[in-house]
Structure formats: structure tokens, C-alpha cells
């Protein structure tokens, strides 16, 4: 089995709807893909109604989080969607979205680029608007080569000269409203430097004391001593490891399917969800 767990789409801030994801998921031969927008389960629906024969989608978000000042993304997986204190809060995640895309724009602005609200705002389309649209806009003035390459301290990392910051969950909050919904949490790309700075491992093992799952291993920011770190960490504590492409469309260079989770992760993973089950394949009706 081919099991790629991280994947985002138009309902977030990737290039492809739900309904070509998950087509693209089963031509690049995938047998498992998990739907991870930021924030949101806006894509789910479409993702499930085109959903090839063959393929199994697993329902997911990746909810922002901070801790002790820095920036971390938590994936939860097979969780009830409408369970309402935990939609509450993706909630006002979505809200601030807007305002900090606004103040990221002014303070680019400040710093000379000629940006524009209406052109970050016509990259994101229907998508919940994030940093990676404001990347592209960076992208297509010329003034960085990649939307990664805007993700530094001179332009958009955290910290970096043109970041703003938004309402984000404690990740302690985070996990026990996902574990309520009947829920699996994995923590994304934990140790990605490049994206900024990243959780003390004290701080994952605070987070695996209070029901952490996971953490997300083999990922394209991870260098191979930095997985090896990790996996030592994973057993130590006691979490599962997974493997995802994190998978943007177009915004990335990063294939489906370029990493992947063990078939027994994945068995372990629905085992321990509750609020949700996977969706098998039955033939869909193709991408939108």
C-alpha cells in the first residue's frame, strides 16, 4: 500500500480542487490519501463524491497551533466534524486569516514590494487565504524565484520582516478537542528549520504526556540525520512516525506520494479514531 497522509487543496492553499486531488492521488498510484486543508474540512465533501474506485480518502485538517512563542501545525485526522467546540475554533482560525493576509500585504508594501490586496486575493480564489498565496504574489512580481524561498526571515517566516501573526490553538487545546471529536493527532514537520524556529523536543514530549500521537517524519524539509533524530525521539516517547508528500499542486515541487506511511502506521492510526472512518474508493465523478 501507498499512503500519503499531508495533502492540501484549493480549500486551503493548494492548486489542485479536491476533486483533481484526489484523481492525481490515484494516477500517481496512491492507495491512501489523507485531505489536510489548513483549518478547514471545506474540501472533504468534494473530495469523497469524486473519489476513485480504488482509492481511500482519509478526512483530515491541519489545525495552527503555538507554543511558547513558536509556530506549529497539527495535523488531526478521521475527527467529527461537527463536533462544535473543536469547529468553534477552526473557526476563528479562518476569521484572522484575512486581516493577517492584509497586514502582511501593508507591512511588504512598507518594505517596497509592490503588492496588492486584489492580487493576493485573486490567488486564493475560494481558498482559505494563507501565507503561501502571498508567496506566490512574491512569485510573481519577481521578487523571490519560489513560493519556498519566501518563506525566510527576510520576507514571510515567522519572525521575518513581513510576518503577522494570527489566532492559532495551543496545541495542548488543540489535542484534547481533536481527542474529544474522536480524533488522531500527528505533529506536522516538526523539526522543518528552514521554516523558522521550531518545538523544543522537551516541548514534544510535553505534548506526547498530554495524548500526542504522532509526529510526521519523512517529509521534504526533513534532511536524513533529522529524520533518523526523530524516529530515536518517536520511540522514546512512544508516538507513531508517518510519511507525506505535504503536497501543494503547483505551489510545490513535491509530488503525491514522494513520501509515505507504513501500511501498520496507517492501521494503527484508524484504530484509534473514533469520529470518523475512512472513505473507500466506489468510482467518483472524475476532477471538477
Known amino acids: 500500500m501507498r499512503i500519503d497522509l499531508h495533502t492540501h487543496s484549493t480549500a486551503s492553499d493548494g492548486t489542485d480542487t479536491p476533486a483533481q486531488l484526489v484523481a492525481n492521488a490515484a494516477a500517481a498510484g496512491l492507495d491512501v490519501?489523507?485531505?489536510t486543508d489548513h483549518d478547514t474540512v471545506r474540501g472533504h465533501a468534494e473530495a469523497a463524491a469524486a473519489l476513485p474506485e480504488g482509492l481511500t480518502l482519509v478526512t483530515g485538517a491541519e489545525l495552527s497551533c503555538r507554543i511558547d512563542g513558536v509556530g506549529l501545525h497539527m495535523l488531526a485526522y478521521l475527527f467529527d466534524p461537527d463536533e462544535?467546540?473543536?469547529?468553534?475554533e477552526r473557526e476563528l482560525v479562518r476569521d484572522d486569516r484575512v486581516p493577517r493576509a492584509r497586514t502582511m500585504v501593508r507591512k511588504l508594501q512598507e518594505l517596497g514590494v509592490p503588492v496588492e490586496w486584489e492580487q493576493v486575493a485573486r490567488i486564493a480564489g475560494d481558498g482559505s487565504v494563507g501565507r503561501p498565496h502571498v508567496a506566490t504574489a512574491l512569485v510573481e512580481l519577481g521578487v523571490v524565484e519560489t513560493v519556498s524561498d519566501a518563506f525566510t526571515p527576510e520576507w514571510l517566516a515567522d519572525g521575518g520582516r513581513a510576518y503577522a501573526e494570527k489566532h492559532e490553538l495551543d496545541p495542548f487545546d488543540?489535542?484534547?478537542l481533536v481527542k474529544a471529536a474522536g480524533g488522531v493527532t500527528v505533529f506536522a514537520h516538526p523539526a522543518a528549520v528552514k521554516r523558522g524556529e521550531v518545538v523544543s523536543e522537551s516541548s514534544i514530549a510535553r505534548l506526547a504526556a498530554a495524548g500526542l500521537d504522532g509526529i510526521e517524519v519523512d517529509h521534504m524539509d526533513h534532511d536524513e540525520p533529522t529524520?533518523?533524530?526523530?524516529?530515536?525521539?518517536?520511540?522514546d516517547l512512544g508516538l507513531?512516525?508517518?510519511?507525506?508528500s505535504d503536497y501543494h499542486g503547483?505551489?510545490?515541487?513535491?509530488?503525491l506520494g514522494e513520501y509515505t506511511t507504513d501500511p501498520e502506521i496507517y492501521g494503527e492510526i484508524t484504530r484509534r479514531a473514533t469520529g470518523a472512518f475512512p472513505v473507500p474508493g466506489a468510482g467518483g465523478r472524475g476532477p471538477a
Open 174 to 176: 488543540a489535542i484534547r
Open 84 to 88: 462544535p467546540e473543536l469547529a468553534r
Open 33 to 35: 490519501v489523507a485531505l
Open 250 to 255: 503547483s505551489r510545490k515541487t513535491v509530488g
Open 240 to 244: 507513531l512516525t508517518t510519511g507525506s
Open 227 to 235: 529524520r533518523a533524530r526523530l524516529r530515536g525521539l518517536a520511540r
